[in-house]
């Protein structure tokens, strides 16, 4: 059982600055791709930033240059930078992982929600 406990969302100005993370627990071998989803009211969800074992990182357009996914695999754990928020940001916003775990026959690749922490940018 692999679980993600995601922290960091609130209320904040438009202009402003919040820090996401999200710590996986349970029994892990090694997490390939960590990632940031939100969903906005009446909007499907989205991808917001994904990062790679190694550090490699996909962002969507409406956030390249405001905000910054990384990570630490040593704490299992995803970090999402959000500066210069919009009113737009406003979601709530969901970790992703894909972790390796262990199995009855070696090992098996799991992919995990967090249960969503809100964002919420005010104009």
């Known amino acids: 059982q692999v679980q993600l406990v995601e922290s960091g969302g609130g209320l904040v100005q438009a202009g402003g600055s919040l820090r996401l993370s999200c710590a996986a627990s349970?029994?892990?071998?090694?997490?390939?791709?960590m990632g940031w989803y939100r969903q906005a009211p009446g909007k499907q969800r989205e991808l917001v930033a994904s990062?790679?074992?190694?550090?490699?990182?996909t962002y969507a357009d409406s956030v390249k240059g405001r905000f910054a996914i990384s990570r630490d695999n040593g704490k299992n754990t995803v970090y999402l930078q959000m500066n210069s928020l919009k009113p737009d940001d406003t979601a709530v916003y969901y970790c992703?992982?894909?972790?390796?775990?262990?199995?009855?026959?070696?090992?098996?690749?799991?992919?995990?929600w967090g249960q969503g922490t809100l964002v919420t940018v005010s104009s």
């Open positions: 990062i790679g074992s190694g550090g490699s990182t």
């Open positions: 349970g029994s892990i071998l090694s997490i390939n791709t």
């Open positions: 992703n992982a894909n972790p390796v775990v262990p199995s009855t026959y070696g090992y098996r690749y799991l992919e995990v």
